[in-house]
């Protein structure tokens, strides 16, 4: 995955920590006990990039947004995996709606993660802001 779509990026330090917003319900798992764990879907619902927030450059408060809970990981998980995560704010444009967002980042992903790729992934997730 080292190609040109990465090399003139920053990447995300490996320490750092990334929100991932869960936005459907089919991105909860429920166990045993009742309670619920972030799915493999949250890494596979997509095609291509995940999009996340870099954590120290905002709070769960303004990264959770409409969605139904936040997780967290550390860029480290990814990368491991060989998914760079390069930084990737956006700027804001009222005349599309979009809003400014400086901790955005990717997870870069070429076509759609392998499930047993985005299986560790949800394992090693936690739950900043858990599902009501």
Known sequence: ????????????????????????????????????????????????DISVDIASKTTPEE???????????????????????????IEENLDSGIEENQAHALIKVEGTMTQSHARRLAKVSSWVIPPC
Do not use: C, H, W
Not at 30 to 39: A, F, L, V
Not at 76 to 87: F, M, N, S, T, W
């Open 1 to 48: 995955m080292d190609d040109n779509s990465t090399q003139d990026v920053q990447q995300v330090a490996d320490e750092e920590e990334l929100f991932r917003r869960l936005t459907v319900q089919n991105q909860l798992a429920k166990k045993t006990d009742g309670t619920y764990r972030p799915s493999s879907a949250v890494y596979r619902s997509t095609l291509g």
């Open 63 to 89: 990264s959770i947004k409409d969605a139904i809970a936040l997780i967290g990981i550390f860029a480290k998980e990814p990368k491991e995996l060989g998914y760079p995560v390069v930084e990737d704010p």
